[in-house]
């Protein structure tokens, strides 16, 4: 009996290019800014949570849609920028109760403004 699997590690196909330095395994930024951002969007998550049973359906909704799209990705979160600003958004409409998960995607954003 023999084992047709086959392991393969990395593969890279350059054509042409300059100063090509190599792969980026998710190590560029360190990973003091991955844990921070990571731990930013587990208290967006938590906060978002906490804050659904003050909220309209629809509202709740909107906010439960977005949970999935919150992730410790810095390139998927800022293609998400409208989700982050809609649930800000529904967050401040609820007032004094809203405001941690408004201050929460202030905290997001600046991290994602600061890993640039």
Known sequence: MSDASNYYGPVVNMNGGRQNI??????????AQDAE????????TRLLRELRPHLAPDQARTVQGTLPELTADRGALRERGLALASVAQIA?????????????VGRLVTLLGAGS
């Open 92 to 104: 401040a409409t609820v007032g004094e109760v809203g405001r941690p998960v408004v201050e929460a």
């Open 22 to 31: 190599g792969i980026n395994h998710g190590t560029v930024g360190g990973p």
């Open 37 to 44: 951002l990571r731990a930013a969007v587990e208290d967006l």
